[in-house]
């Protein structure tokens, strides 16, 4: 049996001032991120000062309900969880 497939969507809504605090969290569950994409919009004239990181978690679901609540807790951060499971 496969484990589940658990994405934790962060919309950070100030990255300059949220990216310490942010990243500091990342490096504490590092050996859980199995995949991590960053997302903002940026061109010729912009660069936004908000974006969305996700997470594809390896680990237990506590794990990742344990870093969405530490994510949560920093200021201007919001996290979503999503769990795709296996058929049998």
Not at 20 to 30: H, I, L, M, T
Request: hydrophobic content about 40%; overall charge negative; charged content about 25%.
């Amino acid at each position: 049996m496969q484990d589940d497939h658990v994405i934790l969507g962060i919309h950070v809504t100030d990255r300059l001032n949220d990216a310490v605090p942010v990243q500091k969290v990342f490096s504490e569950y590092g050996c859980n991120i199995k995949t991590r994409v960053g997302l903002h919009d940026v061109g010729e004239e912009l660069c936004s000062p908000s974006g969305i990181v996700l997470i594809e978690f390896y680990g237990s679901e506590a794990d990742a309900d344990a870093m969405a609540e530490r994510l949560n807790a920093v200021e201007g951060v919001d996290v979503k969880k999503m769990v795709f499971g296996h058929d049998a």
